[in-house]
């Protein structure tokens, strides 16, 4: 089972990643509200295999988060999730972990790609995606 930290401010776009995510694949989730709940959830917890970072929130940013992966040699998979661009931020200029990139709004063609993408490039080892099997879906009562 993948463990998967999704954060954003709005708490609406979490429950739709992790909705589009449950779906495809077995995964336990972790959320924060800002960078740096973020780092503080990355530090505690030492089995994240993915994160899916926002850009724009209050209390510390995504490149807050991108940047400490980077500073303290973490090697997480970062896809940032946001309406801004990685081209566009020049903490993502060298692109060291930066594993992928979600448009918002379209997070459910951009979270395709991420699967795609983390399937190919873990398709054995520890990281290895388990597909969800199941012909039904829980799905947050929130969401409707």
Same mark, same amino acid.
């Given at each position: 089972?993948?463990?998967?930290?999704?954060?954003?401010?709005?708490?609406?776009?979490?429950?739709?990643?992790?909705?589009?995510f449950?779906?495809?694949?077995e995964?336990?989730?972790?959320?924060?509200?800002? &960078? !740096?709940?973020?780092?503080?959830? *990355?530090?505690?917890?030492s089995?994240?295999? +993915?994160?899916?970072?926002?850009?724009?929130m209050?209390?510390g940013n995504?490149?807050?988060?991108?940047k400490?992966?980077?500073d303290?040699?973490l090697?997480i998979?970062?896809v940032?999730?946001?309406?801004?661009?990685?081209?566009?931020i020049?903490?993502?200029?060298?692109?060291?972990?930066?594993? &992928? !990139?979600?448009q918002?709004?379209? *997070?459910?063609e951009?979270m395709?790609?991420? +699967?795609?993408?983390?399937?190919?490039?873990?398709s054995?080892?520890?990281?290895?995606?388990?597909?969800n099997?199941?012909?039904?879906s829980?799905?947050?009562?929130?969401?409707?």
């Amino acid at each position: 089972m993948m463990n998967i930290l999704i954060v954003d401010d709005e708490e609406d776009i979490r429950d739709v990643i992790s909705f589009v995510f449950e779906v495809e694949v077995e995964a336990e989730f972790h959320y924060a509200n800002s &960078g !740096n709940e973020a780092i503080a959830l *990355i530090e505690e917890k030492s089995e994240i295999d +993915l994160i899916i970072c926002d850009y724009n929130m209050p209390d510390g940013n995504g490149g807050k988060v991108y940047k400490h992966l980077l500073d303290n040699n973490l090697m997480i998979p970062y896809v940032l999730c946001s309406s801004i661009t990685p081209g566009e931020i020049k903490v993502y200029s060298s692109g060291e972990q930066l594993f &992928g !990139n979600i448009q918002k709004p379209n *997070i459910f063609e951009g979270m395709q790609k991420v +699967l795609e993408t983390y399937q190919e490039k873990f398709s054995s080892g520890s990281k290895r995606m388990a597909r969800n099997v199941s012909i039904y879906s829980g799905i947050n009562i929130d969401l409707i």
